[in-house]
């Protein structure tokens, strides 16, 4: 049983940082894999990035790479997601979500996530 809360989303010009956190507690991250999710409206979840807790290797989308970077604090169980060069393409609202023992890329492999935050890229 694990418990994510999410935070740090906003509305930012386009070029522009953000910096999402997803603090997990109620069990150890030891055997878990932490990922971002992005879902815009009208289009379908995808697969941002995620980050296996095990030995801190990380995989990202395609559509990111280059710009996202996905990070951890082990002491506070928490993940990050550092957007740069933000577009509007990227508007849409980010989940955090965990796993135990593998980080696949699919929405529908992860049982817990958090509540979501709106991230919106205005031109």
């Known amino acids: 049983q694990v418990q994510l809360v999410e935070s740090g989303g906003g509305l930012v010009q386009a070029g522009g940082s953000l910096r999402l956190s997803c603090a997990a507690s109620g069990r150890t991250l030891n055997n878990y894999a932490m990922g971002w999710f992005r879902q815009a409206p009208g289009k379908e979840r995808e697969f941002v990035s995620v980050?296996?807790?095990?030995?801190?290797?990380?995989s990202i989308a395609d559509s990111v790479k280059g710009r996202f970077t996905i990070s951890r604090d082990s002491a506070k169980n928490t993940v990050y997601l550092q957007m740069n060069s933000l577009q509007p393409e990227d508007t849409a609202v980010y989940y955090c979500a965990a796993r135990q023992y593998g980080a696949g890329r699919s929405y529908r492999l992860y049982p817990y996530w958090g509540q979501g935050t709106q991230v919106t890229v205005s031109s």
């Open positions: 980050l296996s807790w095990t030995d801190g290797s990380t």
